[in-house]
């Protein structure tokens, strides 16, 4: 029984310092392509400096969801719902769920959001939305 265990411990050591090495190509190949775009740079200026270009770092907003996350907040909202809510209704429920600054951009944003995972869940048959004259359709789950 060991034996099974210590291949599949092996396995998982060549597969981990096969994605090491692979991290370790990519590095250096962008540091020849950043080598190459400094001289390049300094083609057309010779006085530039190099570290005077900050780098640029992606940081998701805090409105962001995880993969599933806006689902699971959208169906839990409908479900403890005592009737049919609209999209906006669950939208702001989902801001103040996840403790954001309420405002008329994060509430459009999410307004949006909620509004892809209502319509993707009622193509599934999961939620259904009922036509009413209002702005915003009315939606509950199918049971």
């Known amino acids: 029984m060991t034996d099974y265990a210590l291949e599949a411990l092996k396995a998982k050591r ?6 090491i090495a692979r991290c370790h190509a990519d590095i250096q190949r962008l ?17 530039f400096v190099a570290e005077s ?23 839990s909202i409908l479900r403890i719902a005592k009737g049919p809510l609209s999209t906006r209704e669950i ?18 944003i999410m307004t949006r959001r909620v509004g892809h995972v209502l319509r ?5 048959g999961v939620v259904r939305s009922i036509e009413e004259t209002g ?3 009315q939606w509950e789950i199918v049971r």
């Open 120 to 124: 993707d869940k009622r193509d599934k």
């Open 53 to 75: 270009v900050l780098p640029k770092v992606f940081t998701p907003p805090k409105s962001w969801s995880k993969r599933g996350e806006m689902s699971r907040a959208v169906l």
């Open 14 to 19: 060549a597969e981990i310092t096969g994605a």
């Open 31 to 47: 540091s020849e392509e950043l080598e190459h775009l400094d001289a390049t740079l300094r083609l057309f200026a010779p006085d």
């Open 91 to 108: 939208a702001s429920m989902v801001v103040q769920q996840r403790g954001l600054e309420v405002t008329s951009e994060i509430t459009n």
């Open 135 to 137: 702005l915003w359709l």
